[in-house]
């Protein structure tokens, strides 16, 4: 599975205004629901911080991957989203998190949310690509940054 | 409770083994061993003090400070000696734990339920059954190199060799807690090359390491498919030997409705397999027979099992039936040196009931009264299952503040029915029972942790 087929390009945000861990999230879930027909700002946002106050999805090195399972939800999307001044987001290292992938799964996914999260979160432990990532200027960068990733493996 | 001294009696493979472990961990350990020569070969070879005589009687017993000891293990080859040593022990000299070494499971009731009147602990270790229980455990596990189960059978342990197209491959040891979040599954051992390691967070899995997992059991499914074994192939089990564990295996295989064959070579014993299973087919003949292998379709067989007495036959059965096409093969061999070259020759999983005895040998020193035998990996590596008790260092506090030494990891809790995944705030309660990965080194430290 490739990280570029399921990435909804309309999703991104390149900077966000918030600098709270709530406001990301929320600000990440109306972007990914006003693209993905079906899915929906509050039940989505619920659904991460279910998810959050179970355990940070922050794992360090300034990377989050918020993640939960929708009902409804015909197949794996995700979105992506930076914050170069850095938010406080509860992550282990408990260092300021720059870099957010968002991923959504339908609720009876058979494991191909793990395998999702398994690649998201290889792809990130790469600082060359964390690197790339927040020295994007522009969408185009950002996306050529995952296509050439998701190429490696 | 501290443990204090030990005292094994019997000097062949399994307490030489125990004997060289426990006294590397620190532990003073004394071994009573019959045969002069061999004890004096031990006294050259072991860090342990010998005694030569016979454990069965109580003179030698004293000779050995029995009075002072903590622990007796009966660990000889015989049944009847372990439980006389065994019974001396538990009943004259109230030594408060003893450990028999026992095949026949007639010999084990009689022992524990004449311990249960008296101020001791006495527990049965038996290989045949350790054996068999292990087999039953890798076939639940496809792609497994090695199977345990703790909790009852609430949590596994398994090892897989991680191929490149894992989706493992590259993962970082933490970013399993954000795939599993709800279970305690995560990485508890690695072996790479010679190294063996019980991972920090940041450790990375690579393509080619043995990863041992803890697997809660509703996500077993889910780590295979990351794993990307290959899919469990269906068919036959094949069962080479009506040795005690390949009958005990046959049986219990046939009450869960698995298909089996076993061979046996020897008549008398292949007719007497036979009348006491009414499903298994018993073939005369021998697994290294590559003709008798054909015929039976060794190509469809799902899991080809050597258990012969004779361990090297296992070994050439075992990759014969690899080669002409058995999905997996397990093979039984005891000797340590062909123990540690078989991973090498694409065996697929071992089972030595030496090591399997130790294991259990040694999860009752660290654990004490817990079901599961521990897991030896590597001689490296341990993974046990304790009871947290009153008073002990685990349950002084948070986890994140107790301080748990680096090299020891609380891998899960199960509280009354429930998993619990523990996390650097929570705290370990009294009468959890906790799984914990542990460097071998380490394991006399861990104690300072387990007991009260």
Known sequence: ?153 | MELGDILIVGGGLVGQNLAERLSRDGYNVTLIERDPDKARDLSDTLDARIVQGDGTTTPVLREADIENVGLLVAATERDECNLVTGFLASHVFGTPHVVVRVRDPLHEDGFQKACLDQPVEGVCVNPDTASVDRIAALLEVPGAVDVMKFFGDGMLVAGFRIPTVSDFAGLRVSDMTLLFATTPTLAVAIQRGRLWIVPGGTEVIEAGDLVYFAIARDELHDVLSLVGAPPERQGRIMVDGASPIGLALAKRLEASDERVVMIEEDSVIAERAASELSHVLVIRGKGTDQALLEEEEIDKVSTFVALTDDHESNLVAGLLAKRLGAGRSIVLVDNPAMVSMVGDMGMDAIISPRLLTIGQMIQHIRGGGVRSGAALLGDKVEIVEVEAVEGCRLVSGPLMEIKLPQGVLVVALQRGDELVVPRGPDSVIVGDRVLIAVESHKSLELEKYTLA
């Open chain 1, 1 to 153: 599975m490739k990280i570029t087929d399921i990435l909804v390009e309309d999703a991104i945000i390149l900077d966000v205004e918030s600098d709270t861990k709530s406001g990301v999230l929320e600000e990440m879930a109306a972007a990914l629901a006003a693209s993905v027909p079906g899915l929906e700002t509050d039940r989505l946002l619920k659904v991460l911080s279910e998810r959050e106050s179970l355990q940070s999805t922050g794992i360090g090195e300034g990377v989050a991957i918020p993640h939960g399972k929708m009902a409804g939800l015909d197949s794996l999307v995700a979105s992506f989203a930076r914050s170069r001044a850095g938010i406080d987001f509860e992550a282990i290292d408990q260092q300021p998190t720059h870099l957010f992938f968002l991923l959504v799964v339908p609720e009876h996914s058979a494991g191909q949310h793990l395998k999702a999260l398994a690649r998201i979160s290889r792809f990130l432990r790469d600082p060359e690509f964390r690197g790339c990532l927040m020295e994007a200027d522009d969408l185009t960068s950002i996306l050529t940054a995952i296509q050439q990733e998701d190429g490696k493996f």
